[in-house]
């Protein structure tokens, strides 16, 4: 299983998502955070102060998939979001040990599957 973590520009959130629905994902978790990449800073004077005005705002995505289903939602979020500007964001996968579904107590493949798919499918 992998935790698919994806920080984007927040105004391709919605070309995002449209390709993960098209994609079958359904389970996201989706967050607003502050970050600093590529992008230049900008000086900014504040009180008296000059300030480097470093974070830009971004939306920052989770994904739970299973182990086969990995490619498929990185491909997916690629797609949409690159604009080929720096700034576009990053997708980083990372590897996760366990996942339970508090409703029901399925744990690891079957937690991440969607309900109403069959385990496998």
Known sequence: MKLIRAVIRKDKLNDVMKALFQADVRGITVSSV??????????ATYRGT???MELSEKVMLDIGVSEDFTDT???AI????????????KIF????????????????????TPVGVPAGA
Do not use: F, K
Not at 34 to 43: A, I, K, R
């Open 93 to 112: 996968v990372l590897p996760v040990e366990q996942v339970h579904r508090i409703r029901t107590g399925e744990r690891d493949r079957e937690a991440v």
């Open 34 to 43: 502050q970050g600093h990449g590529g992008e230049t800073s900008s000086v």
């Open 73 to 75: 939602v990185v491909e």
């Open 78 to 89: 690629l797609g949409a979001a690159r604009t080929g500007q720096v700034g576009d964001g």
């Open 50 to 52: 000059t300030v480097m």
